[in-house]
Antibody, heavy 118, light 107 residues
């Protein structure tokens, strides 16, 4: 079975940093692109970033480009999202999801909540 | 960015009825289109990809159609577990975008 487990969320002050992790199992991690998608409380889904299977290609939502960095460690089956200069509007549940670089998202983790306080 | 507009925002139906959910894109996305279901407190689940292909394990009562700018998700006969929020998504251009969602509620 495919499993994706996010961690690293929490309460952080505006302007500070946080790193999210997503550990996966049940598929060959190094063969698939991976995404981060977020959902603000009571709101819809917003795609954040994607990384290719080999880590060489990345795309970002404009509002996070330059502040967030997506990366992966294929030897650890782990996806990361380094979030710097956090803002109140970054408050959301962050999901990692399996999917090709420009594709649909076939499996999702349960999410980790990030709350940015002022 | 490609904007996806879902309608209606809320759909009230009874179990056994047919549900038709719509999504319109601000420009053509060809068939690079997906539908997801999200229940309260849960992660989204992929239902349909490439406009009309059911994802693994998705029952045949779910079907998708459309291409270009207009897409439809049809649930042929609603079951109690189908009442949820449904999102559409395009992958034709960056950034990937989602619609605002349709809440399917029990009448």
């Amino acid at each position: 079975q495919v499993h994706l487990v996010e961690s690293g969320g929490g309460v952080v002050q505006s302007g500070r940093s946080l790193r999210l992790s997503c550990v996966v199992s049940g598929f060959t991690f190094s063969s698939y692109g991976m995404h981060w998608v977020r959902q603000a409380p009571g709101k819809g889904l917003e795609w954040v970033a994607v990384i290719s299977d080999d880590g060489n290609n990345k795309h970002y939502l404009d509002s996070v480009r330059g502040r967030f960095t997506i990366s992966r460690d294929n030897s650890k089956n782990t996806l990361y999202l380094q979030m710097n200069s956090l803002r109140g509007e970054d408050t959301a549940v962050y999901y990692c999801a399996k999917g090709p670089l420009g594709g649909h998202l076939s499996y999702w983790g349960q999410g980790t909540l990030v709350t940015v306080s002022s | 960015e490609i904007v996806l507009t879902q309608s209606p925002a809320t759909l009230s139906l009874s179990p056994g009825e047919r549900a038709t959910l719509s999504c319109r894109a601000s420009q053509s996305v060809s068939s690079y289109f997906a539908w997801y279901q999200q229940k309260p407190g849960q992660a989204p689940r992929l239902l349909i990809y490439d406009a009309s292909n059911r994802a693994t394990g998705i029952p045949a009562r779910f079907s998708g159609s459309g291409s270009g700018t207009d897409f439809t998700l049809t649930i042929s006969s609603l079951e109690p577990g189908d009442f949820a929020v449904y999102y559409c998504q395009q992958r034709a251009d960056w950034p990937l975008t989602f619609g605002g969602g349709t809440r399917l509620e029990i009448k």
